[in-house]
Structures are given as C-alpha cells and as structure tokens.
C-alpha cells in the first residue's frame, strides 16, 4: 500500500479501461473506486461516485478511444464530480488521447480540437494529465498543467528482449515521421534502419514510393506510434515483402483499428502485430496475428511518483 503523503489515493476509471485499471490497482495493491457510469433515458452520461474522495489524490483512467465523444464526456464527468467533491488533486489518467491529431490547422477554416481538448480538461477541473506517445509531443504545450507523456517504446523494447529478437532485423520506419523513435529502437538492438518513403495523396491513403535502407532477406519490425485504419502499415508491409524482406512484424503503441483495419491485418504479408494495451481491444478485433502487451506495471509506476512527488527522470531512461 502506498504511503498516505498527500491524504488518500484513489484510483476511479471510466468503462473505456477497466481492464488496464483492475492491472494497475493490482500492481499498487489498491481497490478500484467505486464509481457507477452510465446513460440516462435520454442518452446524457450520467456519473455517480459511491465513495468520498475529499482531500484525496484522484487518478482517473479513461482512454479516449472509440467512442471519443462518448469516453471523453465520461472522463469530463467524473473530474467534474470529484472537483466538486473536494478531492484534494486530481490526475487524469489518459493512456491514448483522443483528438491528439487534430493538432493544427491542416484548412483555412479547420479547428483545432487537441487544443479545445485540452481547455476542457482544465476547465473541467484537472491538475495534471498523463498519457502516452501522443501523437505530436507539441500537444503538452496545449496546457496549463503538468502532462507527463510516458513512451510506449521502453515496454516493447522489454517485450522484444524477453522473447528474443532475430540476428537479422531491420528496424523500420513506416514514414518519415517516426524516424526518431524507429532510430532509438534500432541503437538499442544495434539494428540497422530502413525508412519507407511514402506520399499520401488524402487522408488514410498511402502510396508507397520507395525504401531506404536494405531489407533483402531481413526480417523488418516497423514500429509506429498507432495503427489506426492499417493502410499505412499494410502497405508497408507489402512493399518491404515486395522488396525481398524474408518475414515481417509490426508494432504500435495504440491500436486504434478503426474501419477496415483488422481485414487489412488479416490479408497483410504481416506475421504478427504486437501492440500495447492504451486501447482495449474487442473480442473481434482480436485476432491471431495481435499479440497484446500490457502497459500496467508502466503506469503503475508513474501513479506512484505522481502521488509521491518523485521524479520521471526513470522512466523515460
């Protein structure tokens, strides 16, 4: 049990992750809060705590994956019922934030929805957030509070050593804007890198033009911060097969898997997707090519150096 420094802690979490919650209560020994969220007739959220939170330091756990709107209101509530329940500190606890790519003006008339997101959770009344590999780290710069974005790579990097990695792997880069994080994994197994080149001509379409680096006969992990509809990956996947790589495997910190994603796996050269548990995923989206990592004892972690005032510094070594 954690030692009571700033008053109780407690630990509530929306219907998006009570399976990552239960792991990481279980991880700090901790019961999780007793919370009740559901709909009214009319289809408004409704949130009722059963448990008094005054003076405590409040995590909530909510992902805002699909439905965003739906699990954004929720998370929007139950911050709302705890500041006006007097908790002493409250962390919103968001393993994949939604509208995280909607961080700039891509038309003259476009809004951008990262930065109303995070005007709404301080409104709401959060003091802190934190999440994981968003997609553009800029977006901490959207708020007025502490947000901690953990990195989903040291988890897989533990994954990959745990099971074994092949004498022959490339790191690949499935476009050019996760470079840096596929040239970190790649120092840390002394890999080579490969960067696919790729042009795409609207959203959620990729046309894949060429591949720097040498992928004949290499087994390639590509690596990215989400698989969302899958085309990326997929055609990735295709063009290292195309090009000689003798098997490929994917992974992701986020499984977002939306539309035609999990056909998209299924029919892929792809062997295997390993991606991290920010999302859970479906019964039917849980094919045998994915393979789920979870990110419990991560934020296990991080909770306890938030409630404890200790530093980060560990965990993005």
Known sequence: MLN??????????????????????????LDLGKLAVGKFSDGE??????????????????????????????????????????????????PYFGYARQDRKANPRDPISAK??????????????????????????????????????PVLVKYFKKVGVPDNMTIVSPDTGSVVRSRAMASRFDAPLAIIDK???????????????????????????????????????QALADNGASAVIACCTHAVLSGPAIKRLEDSPLSKIIVLDTIDLSAEKRIGKIEVVSIADLFAEAIERVYTDLPFSKLYE
């Open 45 to 94: 959220t409704s949130v009722n705590l059963h448990e008094s939170v005054r003076g405590c330091d409040v995590f909530i756990i909510q992902s805002t994956n699909t439905p965003v709107n739906d699990n954004l209101m929720e998370l929007l509530l139950i911050i709302d019922a705890c500041k006006r329940s007097s908790a002493g500190r409250i962390t919103a606890v968001m």
């Open 116 to 153: 109303l997101v995070a005007d709404i959770l301080q409104t709401a009344g959060a003091n802190r957030v934190l999440t994981m590999d968003l997609h553009s780290s800029q977006l901490q710069g959207f708020f007025n509070i502490p947000v901690d974005n953990l990195m989903g790579m």
């Open 199 to 237: 042009r795409r001509p609207r959203a959620n379409v990729m046309e894949v033009m060429n591949i720097v680096g040498d992928v004949k006969g290499r087994t390639c992990l590509m690596l990215d911060d989400m698989i969302d509809t899958a085309g990326t990956i997929c055609q990735g996947a």
């Open 4 to 29: 009571q420094i700033h008053g109780s802690i407690k630990i509530f979490a929306g219907n998006s992750s009570q399976k990552l919650a239960r792991a990481i209560c279980n991880q700090l020994d």
